[in-house]
């Protein structure tokens, strides 16, 4: 399967990590990994053994170049072979990917350490380090929006006042509904209207953040988006339909960022390119 993007080449370099001057509106091609890579990657495997192996190569890459250039001789052998194992074990891992690792450049490096041939360390290193940038820049953008995305269609939300089930996608349209609601009934000056959205508004988000624990296992991410500081902001908001209502479209305006801009900025933009996916 080959995706098709016709973006502005910029964005989609920006957002697969590379730089450079571009030219706008030209056609670029992605192409998905091999879904065997799947198998290594959670759910269907309980740890995230491909992040952990890409992790390895990359923190033993450092190691070696630090002990050859340190002439360690017992530390370099520790650590090329914890890189050796790792990268011949890729082609293990995804079969399709057996062409691209250089294994003839592994052994060479292999070679040179049990030589001690310290200048011929360096040159197969960078090598192999090719064929990872080479693979990086084909793969690495799709295998992460591909299985590192929650997957959102599987969330139900449960309403705690109904108890009612609602999908992830329909409770954030009850949430968009509340607060547009509470715009439409303060801009009309119905405030006791005003007051029943708002209302619903916490509700429905606070429904929502329970959701939160299906991929966070701490309470830090959900607390920078509806923690205090959004918890302050709607008792601001609550005072202010009950007096002055001067800067009330100011205040939610502040709501939409701390809440929706920056949950929307870490999960939705990658959400919406997994549904492209699909």
Not at 267 to 277: C, E, I, K, P
Request: hydrophobic share 40%; aromatic share 8%.
């Amino acid at each position: 399967m080959r995706v098709y993007f016709s973006l502005p080449l910029g964005v989609l370099l920006l957002w697969c990590g590379w730089s450079g001057a571009v030219q706008a509106q030209q056609e670029v091609s992605l192409t998905p990994p091999p879904e065997s890579i799947a198998a290594w990657y959670k759910p269907e495997n309980k740890r995230q053994v491909w992040l952990h192996t890409m992790f390895g190569l990359r923190r033993s890459m450092q190691a070696i170049q630090e002990y050859v250039a340190l002439k360690d001789g017992a530390r370099l052998d520790k650590w090329s072979a914890k890189f050796l194992k790792k990268y011949r074990s890729i082609p293990q891992m995804v079969p399709e990917w057996s062409d691209e690792v250089e294994l003839q450049w592994a052994d060479r490096l292999e070679q040179a350490v049990v030589e001690r041939k310290w200048e011929a360390v360096g040159p197969a290193l960078r090598k192999l380090g090719m064929s990872c940038r080479s693979c990086h820049q084909d793969y690495r953008a799709l295998t992460a929006a591909i299985y590192r995305t929650p997957k959102y269609d599987q969330l139900m939300v449960e309403d705690s006042e109904t108890l009612e089930e609602h999908s992830f996608k329909e409770a954030m349209k009850r949430v968009t509904r509340s607060m547009n609601g509470f715009k439409i009934a303060v801009d009309d000056q119905r405030l006791q209207a005003a007051t029943q959205h708002l209302e619903q508004f916490r509700q429905r988000v606070t429904d929502l953040g329970s959701s939160c624990v299906a991929c966070h296992k701490d309470s830090a991410p959900k607390a920078r988006i509806l923690g205090a500081e959004t918890e302050a902001l709607l008792e601001e908001l609550s005072l202010k339909l009950q007096g002055d209502q001067k800067g009330i479209g100011r205040k939610l305006g502040e709501v939409g960022v701390v809440v929706c801009a920056r949950c929307h900025a870490v999960h939705r933009s990658l959400s919406d390119l997994t549904g492209v996916l699909e």
